[in-house]
């Protein structure tokens, strides 16, 4: 699969199956992970592959009770650490949630490729799932997500392009236009 298909094949899953994600599979999820960009290269991240049973429920809990994530073999939780981010950004802002943010959508890409299945995770407490993981108080948890294979073939579908906004909605050329 090349990188477009797998943009336009990747979907949020919330079901999934109980099937074990092989070795060498997260072994290339990580390096997905590893590899992203970031600014200057400081890669301000850390990320918690939540494999326990009992802790993905505690964690799924956390996220507001979307129960459904503690499915997935694997929980991905992304944390920014922002005092190892680059402190400029924009001219004034912080790169840690941007950086987190690449890295995170090169996983959910490359999971694509490898049949699996992910859904970006926004809502949670923070604090809860901080205590739940040992995750120190300057450290910023930026996104989870549920990580395997999902519970059928259906839940990974092309696009329907008709969903999509049009070009010329989302696109301006030298200066910035409203959409019309």
């Known amino acids: 699969m090349n990188v477009m298909e797998a943009i336009v094949n990747r979907r949020s899953v919330r079901k999934y199956s109980n099937k074990p994600i092989p070795t ?3 072994a ?12 200057c290269n400081n890669q301000p991240w ?35 650490l922002a005092q190892q981010a680059y402190k400029r950004m924009g001219g004034y802002g912080n790169s840690v949630d941007v950086d987190v943010a690449i890295a995170m959508d090169h996983l959910t890409l490359s999971a694509v490729a490898e049949g699996l299945g992910t ?13 739940l993981l040992g995750v120190p108080a300057a450290v910023k948890i930026v996104a989870m997500t549920p990580l395997g294979y999902p519970a059928s073939s259906g ?3 092309v696009v329907e392009d008709n969903r999509r906004k049009s070009e ?7 200066r910035f236009s409203a959409a019309r």
């Open 28 to 39: 290339r999820m990580r390096q997905a992970l590893r590899y992203a960009p970031s600014a």
């Open 24 to 26: 060498e599979v997260m």
């Open 119 to 131: 859904c970006w995770i926004g809502a949670f407490g923070e604090e809860r799932v901080k205590a």
């Open 155 to 157: 839940l990974i579908r």
């Open 46 to 80: 850390h990320f918690i592959l939540v494999e326990d049973a009992r802790l993905r429920q505690d964690v799924a809990a956390a996220a507001n009770g979307q129960q459904w994530m503690a499915e997935a073999p694997v929980i991905v939780v992304a944390c920014g």
């Open 168 to 174: 010329a909605e989302i696109f301006s050329v030298d």
